[in-house]
């Protein structure tokens, strides 16, 4: 009797069960099978995470859930049950473009996208767009709808919301703008949440507290959880249950434990393994030291950018500080910071992409001479440029989608004058074979290579005027965290072939930890702490680099780092 009893208790509890789902896409001569028979149950109040890398499927089994798979994709086979209300839902028997499917989206199934930039209306203020999932779903008049939306916005943590929902997605930083798709996802009480890949985009302490936010938001409410994503340490830190998909199929599901601490597939431990090498540094960098003898080969000294005033302003937008910093021949040095905090705006000022308001960017040439940059002719800067590279954040729009890769990356050559016709083309092909890809590759475009590959192109791309330095603006943050493993070991290779430094910008501390010989951690436009990557990731001085490194995840369930992190409080510093 007390097992009948618990057995319907537990079946009580399974709010969605999937039963061997399949979806395809329909191509012109073939049919791609996109998700091929995923099972599995999302029990009430429960976390479960669907984890794989891009291509997997994981997006494309969230959207079928309700039944907003994009053209020409479509389930082919299997059952979506919703369990709760008046009787069970089977979403796979609703018309896409139906009053039911509709009262599911939203109502019952709340869904946060992955880019809260393009999934949020720019013409639109924020307050009219929750107001309208309200008034749909809940038949709540004008007056009501916005008393509920302001609730809303207080519900997660945007101050002053009144005033907040006059405004624009546009006003909002990156983390508010999640926190607006959090609160329209929660707008009608959803019994179930799915996030997809919701902190892709975040720094660590922004991704903390959305992390933070959706589980208080889930005890509060009582909802069940699905969260996507490739990030074994955010997985670590919030599933109870875990699904692992690979090539569309689940490999392997079960407690978050066992499938951190006892794996059974080959592709869950490749996983672990990959997440768990970012946890160190590089043992290839482990002897890399600049003499003692050796002498900067960049010297940044007083660096300051006001944004609203030209060069010389003293008054505007304080992005960058009075920055001192040094790099070493053959060192890589990281800079790290939330979201805000002079990263990229740093990078660019010492290609002088964008003019420095005061201060020194020193540069010392192969033979030994030393020039500021910010007071270089159109010739110089152009010698400057071709020995002082960057790599960008994104494969795909860093790429001219109408340019072949020979285009691509033989257009630094062109344009310099070094090459054309065959001695371009043999140039191409042996950057290409130097990053990892066929020398037939040069004939394609950027459309038929995936994003690992794509980012090679680019580290080609930069590699093409032989370089002393490369500039690297999270240049892996969009990218699976084997390939991005392989694209750090990559980076190392060629820096012992090529001699290269690196000034490597991102917000990952695991790749800044992995890579970096040393560390120069920024917050409001001002270096805070310096040191060796090892110091600032396990014993960092300054109250800001405290709560950094206490935030990023921990891919150990037994261990989890973000419980008992530090916050930051800068009115508590002193001033200066």
């Not at 599911?104 to 809260?116: A, S, W």
Request: glycine share 8%; proline share 5%; aromatic share 4%.
């Amino acid at each position: 009797m007390t097992s009948e009893t618990g057995i319907a208790g537990e079946t009580d509890d399974i709010v969605l069960s999937v039963d061997g789902l399949s979806v395809e896409f329909r191509l012109r001569n073939s049919v791609f099978p996109a998700v091929r028979e995923v099972s599995f149950k999302l029990k009430r109040g429960e976390t479960l995470c669907l984890v794989g890398e891009s291509g997997s499927g994981k997006s494309v089994t969230a959207r079928s859930l309700l039944q907003i798979v994009d053209k020409p994709g479509r389930i082919s086979a299997g059952k979506i049950v919703l369990s709760g209300g008046d009787k069970p839902v089977d979403i796979t028997a609703l018309k896409p473009t139906g009053p039911h499917i509709r009262a599911v989206r939203g109502g019952r199934i709340g869904l946060i996208f992955q880019e809260p930039m393009s999934a949020l209306s720019p013409l639109h203020t924020i307050g009219d767009q929750i107001d309208e999932a309200i008034e749909i779903h809940l038949h709540l008049d004008k007056k009501e709808a916005r008393k509920r939306t302001i609730e809303l916005l207080r519900q997660v943590e945007i101050k002053n919301p009144e005033e907040m929902a006059k405004r624009y997605s546009f006003e909002y930083s990156g983390g508010m703008r999640q926190r607006v798709c959090i609160a329209m996802a929660l707008a009608c009480n959803p019994d179930i949440l799915i996030a997809d890949e919701p902190t892709t985009a975040l720094d660590v302490t922004t991704q903390a507290e959305i992390l933070d936010l959706i589980k208080r938001l889930q005890v509060e409410f009582g909802m069940a959880v699905l969260l996507i994503t490739h990030d074994m340490g955010i997985v670590a830190e919030v599933a109870d249950n875990v699904a692992v998909m690979r090539y569309g199929r689940l490999v392997e599901e079960g407690p978050v434990d066992r499938i951190f601490h006892a794996p059974a597939h080959p592709y869950t431990r490749h996983l672990l393994s990959m997440t768990r090498k970012l946890e160190h540094h590089a043992e290839v960098r482990e002897t890399a030291a600049p003499t003692a003898e050796a002498k900067p080969i960049l010297s940044v000294g007083g660096l300051t950018k006001y944004f609203g005033g030209g060069k010389g302003a003293t008054s505007g937008l304080l992005a960058v500080d009075h920055v001192d910093l040094d790099l070493m021949p053959g060192e890589n040095l990281g800079i790290v910071g939330e979201s805000g905090s002079g990263k990229t705006t740093l990078g660019r000022l010492i290609l002088r992409i964008i003019e420095a308001s005061s201060g020194s960017v020193t540069y010392r040439d192969r033979s030994g001479r030393e020039a500021d940059v910010l007071t270089m002719n159109k010739k110089a800067l152009r010698r400057y440029h071709a020995e002082m590279r960057l790599i960008f954040q994104d494969p795909f729009a860093s790429l001219n989608p109408r340019m072949t890769v020979k285009q691509v990356v033989g257009d630094p050559l062109w344009i310099n004058g070094l090459a054309k016709g065959r001695a371009l083309e043999e140039r191409v092909g042996a950057l290409l074979e130097m990053v990892g890809l066929p020398q037939d590759a040069m004939d394609r475009y950027p459309h038929a290579f995936s994003g690992g590959q794509r980012q090679r192109i680019g580290i080609a791309r930069a590699l093409a005027l032989n370089p002393r330095v490369i500039i690297a603006d999270e240049a892996t943050s969009a990218l699976d965290v084997s390939i991005r493993s392989q694209i750090l070991d990559l980076l190392l290779d060629l820096q012992t072939r090529l001699d290269l430094s690196f000034l490597f910008i991102a917000h990952d501390i695991s790749v800044v930890r992995y890579f970096c010989d040393r560390v120069a951690v920024m917050h409001r436009g001002r270096v805070v702490e310096t040191g060796t990557a090892e110091k600032i990731c396990t014993a960092p001085d300054h109250p800001y680099t405290q709560a950094l490194i206490s935030a990023v995840p921990n891919p150990d369930p037994r261990n989890k780092r973000m419980l008992h992190r530090t916050r930051f409080d800068e009115r508590a510093m002193p001033a200066g």
